[in-house]
């Protein structure tokens, strides 16, 4: 399909795992954004890439959590030693950064991440 | 820093009723603002924006105004429509930076037949 994919749609893992959320997003779209969005509550950013670089990953909550790209295309967030706060859906969205506008975000439809 | 602050719901509307959603924003710079909409079972996709003050963002007969006078985004429609039932977001992003999204809270609308 052209939209953006994350893989898994729903992901268990026991207190303390290591577990990866991948995103492919749009053929063609250099900007990539990885969310976090809790129940009741809207996105919160995490991490934005420009190309295959970090662009700006203020969002991060602390150092277990770390995103790549590689090629410039694929993204995987990764997080270690899991803890039952990082249970949430973990949103990719991907766009064309177009000079001075920022462009129009597509998201996929997220990983739910439940950390027991 | 940026922030944006949205009317908490849930809004319950019957079926042709006029909506408000009331959006404010706190940026440093000249953002440029942002509705999406997630509905039922589905991911969040933008509703419309407006990239500098008193544009007006329209699409599905939503509309909203960027105020910069009072920093605001309401979102208004004439007349509802149940399929219009979802959560609504207002977001900002700022061109100064490194164009991060930042979101509100959402407001979910219910609309009843």
């Known amino acids: 399909g052209a939209g953006v994919s994350q893989t898994p749609s729903n992901k268990v893992t026991e207190k303390g795992k290591y577990v990866e959320l991948r995103c492919d997003p749009i053929s063609g779209h250099t900007a990539l954004y990885w969310y976090r969005q809790s129940l009741g509550q809207g996105p919160e950013f995490l991490i934005y890439f420009q190309g295959t670089g970090a662009a700006d990953d203020s969002g991060l909550p602390n150092d277990r959590f770390f995103a790549v790209r590689p090629e410039g295309s694929v993204s995987t967030l990764k997080i270690q030693r899991t803890e039952r706060g990082d249970s949430a859906v973990y949103l990719c969205?991907?766009?064309?950064?177009?000079?001075?506008?920022?462009?129009?975000?597509?998201f996929g439809e997220g990983s739910r991440l439940t950390v027991l | 820093g940026n922030s944006v602050t949205q009317m908490e719901g849930p809004v319950t509307l019957s079926e042709e009723a006029f909506l408000t959603i009331n959006c404010t924003y706190t940026a440093t710079g000249y953002p440029s603002l942002f509705w999406y909409v997630q509905y039922p079972g589905e991911g969040l996709q933008l509703l419309l924006k407006a990239t500098k003050a008193d544009d007006k963002g329209s699409n599905k007969g939503f509309e909203a105004t960027y105020r910069k006078e009072t920093t605001s985004f309401h979102l208004e429609k004439g007349s509802v429509q149940v399929s219009d039932s979802a959560v609504y977001f207002c977001a900002l992003s700022d061109r100064q930076g490194t164009y991060k999204y930042i979101f509100g809270t959402g407001t979910r609308l219910k609309v009843l037949a």
């Open positions: 969205a991907s766009s064309l950064a177009m000079g001075d506008q920022a462009g129009e975000l597509f």
